[in-house]
C-alpha cells in the first residue's frame, strides 16, 4: 500500500510535469508565432514595394507631381507622402504601353493603363489577392496583406499580454513552491526571491509585444476605380501632353518595358 509520501511525491511530480510542459508549450507557441509574423511582415512591404513602385511610374508618367496629388485627391485617395514613399521604391515599375496611333492616345492609354496597375496592387497590398497555395498548388490562399497582419499583430499582442501576466515565471515559480511545504519553509528563512529580483525576473523573460508601427509599413489608401475616375484621368492626361508634351513623351520612353 503506498504510503502518504509516496502519494504526495508521485502527485507532486505529475503536478509539475504537467505545469512544466504547459509553460513552456504556451512560450515555445508564442515564439513561433512571433517568428511567423516577422516573415509575414516582410512579405507584406515587399508587396507594399511593387505598389509603391507602381505609384513611382504614375507619378514619373504626369510629370506634374501636384497635378497628379490633385487627381488622386479628388480620387478620394490624398496622401501628401505618397510621392516621396514613391521615390524612395527603387526603380518605377516598368511595362508596354497599350497601342494607340498617336502619341497623345498612347500616352493616354498609358496614363490610365499605370493607374489602373498601380490601383490594383494598392488593394494587394490592403487588402490582399488570392495565390495559390505553395503548400497545395491546387488550392487558392489569400495572400499576405496589411490588413490580415495588423488582426494578426493584435491577436498576438493578446497572447503575449496573457502569457506575461498568466503564466509569469514568477507566478509559476510561486505555484510550484506553495505545493511543498520545506521548500516554503526554507524561503520563509532565507527571503526567496523578493521585490526587485521578483520584478527584473518577470521582466528579463516577459515577450515583448509587437509595436506595429515599428514596421514601418508605408499607410496607403485605394482611390476610386479607372472606370469611376476616367473622364478626370484622360482631362490631366490631355492637360500634360498639350502643355509639357515632351517632357511627357519622354517620360513615356523613360518607363517603357525594353523587354519583349
Known sequence: ?????????????????EMAENFFSRRREVEA???????LADEVRSVAGVA??????????LVDTASAQDFLRQAGAEMADLPGLAA???????FHPPFALTPRGR?????????????EATSDYLEGSYGRDPRNPMKMRLLPNYATLKDLAD????????????QSPTTVLCYAKSLDASEQTREAVTGGLMGENVCK???????????????????????????EVEDALTELADSISATRKEEAMKALAFVKSTSI
Open 107 to 119: 500616352y493616354r492609354k498609358a496614363v490610365a493603363y499605370v493607374y489602373r496597375a498601380a490601383r
Open 88 to 94: 524612395s521604391a527603387g526603380e518605377p515599375w516598368r
Open 1 to 17: 500500500m503506498a504510503s502518504r509520501n509516496d502519494f504526495f511525491n508521485e502527485f507532486y511530480t505529475e503536478t509539475m510535469t
Open 33 to 39: 508565432r512571433l517568428e511567423g509574423f516577422s516573415r
Open 201 to 227: 525576473l518577470d521582466e528579463d523573460l516577459a515577450f515583448k509585444p509587437i509595436d506595429f508601427a515599428a514596421l514601418h509599413l508605408p499607410v496607403l489608401l485605394l482611390p476610386q476605380l479607372t472606370e
Open 52 to 61: 509603391l513602385r507602381r505609384w513611382k511610374t504614375f507619378f514619373t508618367l
Open 155 to 166: 491577436t498576438i499582442n493578446k497572447e503575449v499580454e496573457s502569457v506575461n501576466t498568466s
